[in-house]
Structures are given as structure tokens and as C-alpha cells.
């Protein structure tokens, strides 16, 4: 059974750092393609950014150059570390894995298989 755990969320300043975590447990993350996802009230579901097997990291517009996804391996933990916040980008966030069923390049836009509960970020001006 696969299981994504979120931490990290909360309340910030316009400019300000957070940093989510996502704690995976029934698959291995480093043969998975996982990515964080936002849903703001009242929007559709984003993908923001992910990150394949081999390493390799993707960003949407929005967030590219502000946000970084990373993976500890050994801890079987994904992250998503995020500076210069905007009021923008206040939404639930969700980390997710895909199966592989699809190319990972893909899975921003048609979405992954396994999702969170969730990590609120509010930001304010």
C-alpha cells in the first residue's frame, strides 16, 4: 500500500522560505517519478513540479527559478523547497508518485496515481 505523508506547511510572508516534506512509504523513490502538487480555492488542481528516476527535475512556469524538488533516497522522503513566496502561490499542496504507466514527462498535466492529504501554504502580503 502506497502512502505520502505531508509536513511543512504554514503561514508566510510575501518573499519568505518554506520547505514541505513528503514522507513515502510502499514504493522505493528513487525507480519512481513523484511531483508536488497545489490546489488554490476555487482552481483546478496544478501540477508544480517533479522530479524521474533518473533525477531529473521539472518546473512549471510559475514556480521555476523559486522553487527546488529534491529526494532523500535513504529516508524515502521527497521535498519541495520554496523562496521568494507570492501571494499566489497560496494553496493546498499535495506531494504525489506515478506507477509508471505513463511517461513522467506527462504526469504534471494528466496527474500521478498516489496523492497526500495535503499541506496547507498561506501567504500573505
Known amino acids: 500500500q502506497v502512502q505520502l505523508q505531508e509536513s511543512g506547511g504554514g503561514s508566510v510572508q510575501a518573499g519568505g522560505s518554506l520547505r514541505l516534506s513528503c514522507r513515502v512509504s510502499g514504493i522505493t523513490i528513487s525507480r519512481s517519478c513523484l511531483g508536488w502538487f497545489r490546489q488554490a480555492p476555487g482552481k483546478e488542481r496544478e501540477g508544480v513540479a517533479r522530479?524521474?528516476?533518473?533525477?531529473?527535475?521539472h518546473y512549471v512556469d510559475s514556480v521555476r527559478g523559486r522553487f527546488t524538488i529534491s529526494q532523500d533516497n535513504a529516508k524515502n522522503t521527497l521535498y519541495l523547497q520554496m523562496d521568494s513566496l507570492k501571494t499566489e502561490d497560496t494553496a493546498m499542496y499535495y506531494c504525489?508518485?506515478?506507477?509508471?504507466?505513463?511517461?513522467?514527462?506527462?504526469?504534471?498535466?494528466?496527474?500521478?496515481?498516489?496523492y497526500g492529504k495535503g499541506t496547507q501554504v498561506t501567504v500573505s502580503s
Open positions: 504525489a508518485a506515478d506507477r509508471g504507466s505513463i511517461s513522467c514527462s506527462v504526469t504534471l498535466y494528466y496527474g500521478m496515481d498516489w
Open positions: 522530479i524521474d528516476a533518473r533525477g531529473q527535475d
